[in-house]
DNA sequence: GATAGTTTGTACTCGAAGTCTAAATCATTG
DNA sequence: CAATGATTTAGACTTCGAGTACAAACTATC
């Protein structure tokens, strides 16, 4: 894949809306050719097939998410307050790009054979939670986790999958809305607080 | 689709492996007939194509996990403990079939455009999570929610992104072990107990 | 043993991915 | 300003694999 110059990365991401509803393999090449304005013998002069157009989508993406994320994680504030940061984080930027959020999500499989790809969502999501659980429950205010990778998937999959719910289903477009809904879950647990009144 | 005769379909299912390996895009009908041992013109005898094979695996699947969660769901016992049978059902169920566990999520854009296997994933999942989390409201076991849709999205995330997490990485095979870290998470929540005491 | 459904091999069509080439444009610099 | 080299694009071509067609063999079953 050869530098892509900024001009056509940005023709590039009108791709996003076709390649969130059909997938990459119902999506022509022409097809990309056409909405994005960039002749297929250009598409294939940068890149070797339509599978590396939509991975310079994703790693352009997850470049913005893990520095979203990096700074988040790294405020000031206790491991707790770090971590409702990052999960505000991560949903305000797939509210912003949700198209290419959808079809990273739908080609996921694809995405997680791409190495490049898979390195990428490593380091955009599962490297800092995993950082940051083990910085919470050194300061106390997180649980401490006997399996901080596992548990950071577990997060991951919760915040990705609420917000694609959400963008799917859009019940509500209240982003506000959502993220103190999963912080609410992910922090504070679904069990009922232990001291709540018996109302009879 | 023709009905498809149980030794057919038990053949099939060798194709999991791969189709989760390398996604349905990638693999060639002629691969699939390679390793189930079922001709192509067969294949083609009882479904459309091969985007109907991989429609049935799913199909097969979610109907499994239905039925087990939706015992789990009405068994008795109060929203909470009914909650947490209903994520261990779903868990201990993925490690029995995680070749196609694997292929539903690698193709989760794809089997979100089956309508049939939208429906499915809707059946097996988001509906019963929907009532129960409304049932431990009502008891008082489950902390309200104001929007139980979005939760459901939220709680699914996590549990499958937990198992999927695993089966991928795979640092522990241990199914009680990540139950339990899921449990953990989602019912206890990630913060720290009020009540920790001030250790120094 | 005739009729209907199933199973399969083989040959074929067709569409789309990707390759090749060569001409046009643009940029850089000696 | 040439001249060198990279970029951009059109269009023709190759290749590969999905899906189709069809006919022959096989299996029921009535």
New interface residues.
Partial sequence: MRPVPTQLAAKLYRAGELLAD????NTKIEEIAEVTGVPKATLYYYFAGKEEVLAFLFHDFLSLVAGDVAVAASAPGTG?ER?RSVIDAQLRLMFEHPAVC??L??????A??LPEIAAAINEAFYAPLDRL?AE??AD??????D?P??????????????G???M??S??NDVD??IE??Q??????????RR?A??R
Same sequence: chains 1, 2.
């Fill in positions: 059909q997938g990459l393999d707790e971590l959808r079809a999500i739908g080609d996921l499989g694809r997680g054979r659980l919470g429950a106390g205010s997180l649980r401490p986790m399996d990778v596992g548990a950071a998937a577990t997060i991951f999959g919760a915040v990705t999958m609420a694609l719910g959400i799917v289903t019940t509500t809305h959502i809904l999963v609410q879950i992910l922090l504070g647990g679904l069990t009922a607080p709540a018996k109302k």
